[in-house]
């Protein structure tokens, strides 16, 4: 009987760190999947915003301004093609703009090794503005 | 003692329970948010498409507009005719193209049509993707009836 005593509270002791790696892991899917809509919400926004204005500073002015819940110092976009390159710097009116971002997920206990994760996102809009 | 022994375990099993519980939540979220990402997309790139088809026939309109000034001192003298743009397979197959190739941009298939027709002062133009209808329209003052 007394061998027993506290046998409980080892047993919970051992699994405890699972039970707390699957909560992390739930926060983390919830995570993800909040920033992948957002980022598609935002790069899609941004695109249009491109296509409108032909302006790579309003582009990523909108891509800042949508990306909420996300921090937007942790996106990084690209855009192409560049505003200095043909067909933007020129007529571009028909052709195809699109509007990539990434976000990297900050992940709680990151220091002890877990990896990182990076969501990504991209939107293609049809270029309306004209010179 | 047999009583005492059975209570061995407990604990285990119900952490096991829990971890079960756990992975299925995490399954589900996951497949929930596959669904709602699919269908943020799919919108996403219908939008695309039918802005996309919509700037294909304002060009088509704002060509057919310039033609007509060009003209206007011919006798007879000519009139805008949208309806007819707007009937035309080139205007259909631009608006078209357009869409699929905004559609093919955005990571999905546009292999659907676009209509595009009068109403009052404006054309409107519509498509279909992903069962979901999509809609623009541009203001042309040639659509209303004089």
């Known amino acids: 009987m007394s061998g027993d005593r ?3 509270i080892v047993e919970f002791a051992l699994v405890l760190p699972t039970l707390l790696v699957v909560a992390l892991a739930m926060v983390l899917v919830a995570e993800l999947g909040v920033a992948r809509l957002a980022l598609q919400h935002a790069t899609a926004e941004a695109a249009r915003a491109g296509a409108l204005t032909n302006d790579d500073a ?3 002015g909108t891509l800042a301004a949508t990306v909420a819940p996300l921090a937007s110092e942790r996106v990084t976009s690209a855009i ?6 043909p067909p933007r710097n020129g007529d571009p009116r028909g052709s195809m703009l699109t509007v990539s971002a990434s976000y990297t997920l900050p992940v709680p206990l990151g220091f002890v090794g877990l990896p990182r994760f990076v969501v990504t996102a991209s939107a293609s809009r049809r270029i309306e ?3 | 003692m ?5 209570e061995r375990g407990q604990a285990l099993v119900i952490a096991a329970v829990l971890v079960g519980i756990g992975a299925l939540s995490i399954v589900g979220l996951r497949l929930v948010q596959e669904r709602v990402l699919a269908n943020a997309l799919a919108q996403d790139t219908g939008e695309a498409a039918v802005e996309a088809a919509a700037a294909a026939v304002a060009d088509a309109y704002a060509r057919h507009l310039d033609s007509v000034r060009a003209h206007v001192f011919d006798v ?8 007819a743009l707007l009937t035309d397979p080139a205007t259909r197959e631009a608006a ?7 559609a093919a941009r955005n990571g999905a298939a546009f292999d659907g049509a676009v209509e595009a027709r009068c109403a009052g002062a404006t054309i409107e133009i519509e498509l279909h993707h992903a069962g979901r209808l999509h809609r ?3 203001q042309a003052d040639a659509c209303s009836p004089r």
């Open chain 2, 96 to 102: 078209r193209a357009a869409a699929a190739e905004a």
């Open chain 2, 2 to 6: 047999d009583a005492v022994n059975g």
């Open chain 1, 58 to 60: 309003q582009i990523r």
């Open chain 1, 80 to 85: 192409a093609p560049p505003q200095d390159e």
């Open chain 2, 76 to 83: 007879p003298r000519p009139t805008a005719d949208v309806v």
């Open chain 1, 6 to 8: 506290g046998q409980a």
């Open chain 1, 129 to 131: 503005w004209m010179p």
């Open chain 2, 136 to 138: 623009a329209a541009l």
